[in-house]
């Protein structure tokens, strides 16, 4: 299947400053991109989402970036609150209804 | 109501078990999927149900056998596992098959095969 992986594996933030999560992407064929929120024993949330014939999409404090040239993909989130300790994943589909997940990023809000 | 419910939230069972996994959602969504996901790891799609119809088996072991009763439910049926199929197993809906529409996600069911 595609693969998508991540730069970091964790990453660690104090609280209220800013968060970047990164994510490469190896299909140039996928057509959409999700950002998902997993805290510990439950399911991922959805954050964000953004399709390929865009570079920029923003939520509530979460920007998506995406980059279709270097075939990568972050996740900004503004003013970090220790909420926003989870795992991150993003995820990409192309083809029919499959979604292929990323390795994930822990984030660490530090009060 | 848009809660993705799965029971039961923990299960263990032996190798030689048969055993069930449910899930429901009453959003009106027409498809709906299992993922397996392992500790530190992404979840991985197992199937796809569109219209009550299985769709896509991501080459699944046999041991894992899927159900769609109705449009609200989605079984796991589970025979023989291998203690390495001790996970977390997501089920997941969306409005559509379309992959361009978010999939609401359970909480899932923490699998421990002893």
């Known amino acids: 299947g595609e693969s998508v992986g991540l730069h970091l594996p964790t990453l660690s933030v104090q609280e209220g400053d800013n968060s970047i999560i990164n994510c490469a992407y190896s299909n140039s064929a996928s057509d959409y991109f999700i950002w998902y929120k997993q805290e510990s024993g439950k399911g991922p949330q959805f954050i964000i989402d953004i399709r390929s014939n865009m570079d920029k999409r923003q939520g509530q404090r979460v920007t998506v970036l995406l980059n279709k040239t270097v075939k990568h993909l972050s996740l900004q989130i503004a003013a970090t609150q220790p909420g926003d300790s989870a795992a991150y994943f993003c995820a990409e589909t192309g083809n029919f209804n499959k979604f292929y997940f990323g390795s994930g990023t822990k984030l660490n809000v530090k009060p | 109501d848009t809660e993705v419910t799965q029971t039961p939230k923990h299960l263990v069972m032996g190798m030689t078990n048969k055993k069930s996994l449910k899930c429901e959602q009453h959003?009106?969504?027409?498809?709906m999927y299992w993922y397996k996901q392992k500790a530190k790891k992404p979840p991985e799609l197992m199937f796809v149900y569109s219209y009550e119809k299985l769709s896509i088996n991501e080459s699944v072991p046999s041991r894992f056998s899927p159900e769609c009763p109705n449009s609200s439910l989605l079984n796991l049926h589970l025979h023989a596992l291998q203690p390495e199929d001790s996970a977390l197993y997501l089920c997941?809906?969306?409005?559509?098959?379309?992959?361009?529409?978010?999939?609401?996600f359970g909480p899932g069911t923490r699998l421990t095969v002893t």
């Open positions: 959003m009106g969504h027409r498809a």
């Open positions: 997941a809906s969306s409005n559509s098959a379309s992959p361009t529409y978010e999939q609401y």
